[in-house]
């Protein structure tokens, strides 16, 4: 840098020591390019590299640091998280199209229905990601801790399907001798199929006839349960 430096013409006004952005002014260089009347400054960046940048670039803030710098932001901004490939971006990703998209082939069950993303969620993925935090394993999604409410904070987790299963707001609570629990909860308790309770529920059976009548086998001339 310092074998660019000459000396300055009295008629060029000195801005030597002068900051601009990143960049810190050392000494005059005057033009570089034949044709070209624009002056340039010797600069150090606050990284330490040295530039030669022309006055009213430096002036304007059209050049605010060395190149080296200018790639290294340029870099972090197209991988601002270096997520964009994984299961935690993909289903922001799906839950921001079936809530706040109407072509999405779900939308009339999320954002059809009320079901939205929180804002700052909407906005950044970091802010979603930093919240939630890595699925504990492939077989989690993302679940709503309350399924009339939204995507907001205190209202998300990572669940396993048997756990959104439990959470479905179709799952049907049933109450036996004052116990309450989901259809899938009953099925591990009494030994019966979800399937079994369903249909029952569905011919009109009353909550205890559900789920107090021992399952009968099956034979081929008469369809039972």
């Avoid at 033009?31 to 009347?37: I, L």
């Avoid at 997520?83 to 998209?101: A, M, Q």
Wanted: hydrophobic content about 25%.
């Amino acid at each position: 840098m310092a074998k660019s430096i000459i000396a300055r013409p009295h008629r060029v006004k000195d801005i030597t020591g002068q900051k601009f952005n990143q960049l810190t002014v050392v000494g005059f260089v005057g033009r570089k390019y034949p044709g070209n009347n624009n002056l340039y400054w010797a600069c150090v960046c606050d990284c330490g590299n040295t530039a030669e940048v022309n006055r009213n670039n430096l002036m304007t803030g059209a050049v605010k640091r060395c190149k080296d710098c200018g790639r290294h932001n340029t870099t972090k901004a197209r991988t601002k998280h270096s997520k964009s490939y994984t299961k935690e971006h993909h289903t922001w990703r799906h839950i921001l199209d079936r809530c706040h998209n109407p072509n999405n082939q779900s939308y009339r069950l999320y954002g059809g229905r009320g079901i939205t993303v929180f804002d700052g969620w909407r906005k950044s993925f970091e802010a979603f990601y930093s919240h939630v935090g890595d699925a504990p394993s492939p077989k989690h999604s993302l679940d709503r801790i309350d399924n009339n409410k939204g995507y907001y904070p205190g209202n998300v987790r990572w669940a396993t399907a048997k756990q959104q299963c439990r959470n479905n707001r179709r799952n049907r609570i049933l109450t036996l001798d004052g116990e309450s629990k989901c259809l899938v909860e009953w099925s591990e308790k009494i030994g019966i199929s979800v399937g079994t309770l369903y249909q029952r529920l569905k011919r009109g059976w009353s909550e205890e006839k559900t789920l107090t009548t021992p399952v009968r086998i099956a034979n081929p001339t008469n369809q039972l349960n």
